[in-house]
């Protein structure tokens, strides 16, 4: 199995371990996560960085220019979680597969060399990006994990 699809293989695992915690009987979305966020912002900031790439990455397969966010990171997650206030939990779980559809659509498109992350900022190549991903949702779910179990504990 090539490089692309183990990362891949990775990313969709974690995707599919962080919509499952979503799902929980009884899961009380008004916990804070942070000085921030609760569980219901935490989701929307996936959210809008998962589409995020499957848009830019939708784009570039179809030879126009990415899209990504431009601003600071704190601009950028601040602007995403608020543009998604208001959206419930089943509507951004189904956005999320949705993205996650688009990303396995294209990323395996050899064409695309570089895909930006945000303006300005790092781009990644597709592995890469895929990998940044994980990571990034790897941290928030064990995040979310460990605030949850402490307040509800």
């Given at each position: 199995m090539a490089d692309i699809d183990l990362a891949l293989v990775a990313e969709q695992q974690q995707i599919e371990a962080f919509i499952r915690l979503y799902k929980v009987p009884g899961l009380d979305i008004a916990v804070m996560v942070n000085h921030r966020w609760n569980m219901q912002d935490m989701l929307a900031h996936i959210l809008a960085w998962h589409e995020s790439f499957a848009h830019?990455?939708?784009m570039l397969a179809e030879g126009k220019p990415a899209e990504p966010p431009r601003g600071t990171l704190h601009d950028v997650n601040r602007e995403g979680v608020l543009a998604l206030r208001g959206v419930g939990i089943?509507?951004?779980?189904?956005?999320?597969?949705?993205?996650?559809?688009?990303?396995?659509?294209?990323?395996h498109d050899?064409?695309?060399?570089?895909?930006?992350y945000r303006r300005p900022?790092?781009?990644?190549?597709r592995q890469q990006h895929l990998d940044v991903v994980r990571g990034h949702i790897n941290q928030h779910f064990w995040e979310l994990l460990d605030v949850y179990v402490a307040a509800k504990g």
């Open positions: 830019n990455l939708h089943p509507r951004m779980l189904r956005r999320l597969r949705k993205a996650q559809r688009i990303i396995e659509l294209h990323i050899d064409s695309i060399k570089l895909i930006p900022g790092t781009s990644y190549t």
